[in-house]
């Protein structure tokens, strides 16, 4: 029997491994999960669709990987509330309250603050990450890249610790970017809806 072949995009789950190695011997490199952050909003924004989420999202494949095909989840239905809206707008807000903090802090240094070269991990646990040289980029610009590398490391270490205990993809039920590209697709999809009835 012919083995099914894969597709380009069944193989973006090396990016993530790829984009924490990078950031770990050069925070710079944290820069790059920009286009993971931009690129599913795009997607949204013109297609009107989860395309990203259900087909190209490098995270999801790589906790399907390790929970699938490396038996690393137990497989367990995931808690109901992680599908209620209270609770993935409520994750949300945080998500992005946070986010715009890490916004404001980078500012902060731009406007003249000490660069504090620390990856904070489930926002709470402060990693010291001073062996990168950083001397290169404007301290606003390191400033950014040790926040982003922070968020983008949180939200992984949820996810696998979700991926173990229940089912692989459970982080995506609730995750802040496909909370928001369905918010998206949503408004794009009505207005269409209410142009083509009028």
Request: glycine share 8%; charged share 15%; aromatic share 20%.
């Amino acid at each position: 029997m012919k083995a099914k072949q894969k597709h380009w995009y069944e193989y973006l789950w090396i990016a993530s491994p790829v984009y924490f190695t990078l950031g770990f011997f050069n925070i710079l490199f944290a820069w790059l999960g920009m286009i993971l952050f931009i690129t599913p909003l795009l997607i949204a924004i013109i297609g009107g669709s989860k395309l990203y989420c259900n087909k190209y999202c490098e995270r999801g494949q790589l906790f399907e990987l390790l929970g699938n095909r490396f038996g690393l989840s137990l497989k367990k239905k995931a808690p109901r509330f992680l599908k209620f809206n209270w609770f993935r707008y409520g994750f949300l807000v945080f998500f992005m309250t946070k986010f715009v903090l890490m916004i404001y802090r980078t500012y902060v240094v731009f406007a003249g603050a000490d660069l504090k070269e620390v990856v904070m991990l489930l926002w709470m646990f402060k990693l010291p990450w001073n062996w990168a040289d950083t001397s290169v980029a404007s301290p606003w610009i390191a400033q950014f890249a040790f926040g982003f590398y922070g968020i983008m490391l949180t939200s992984t270490v949820i996810g696998l610790v979700l991926m173990i205990i229940f089912k692989p993809r459970s982080w995506c039920v609730f995750c802040p970017m496909g909370t928001m590209t369905q918010g998206i697709c949503k408004i794009k999809n009505s207005k269409e809806k209410s142009k083509s009835a009028a």
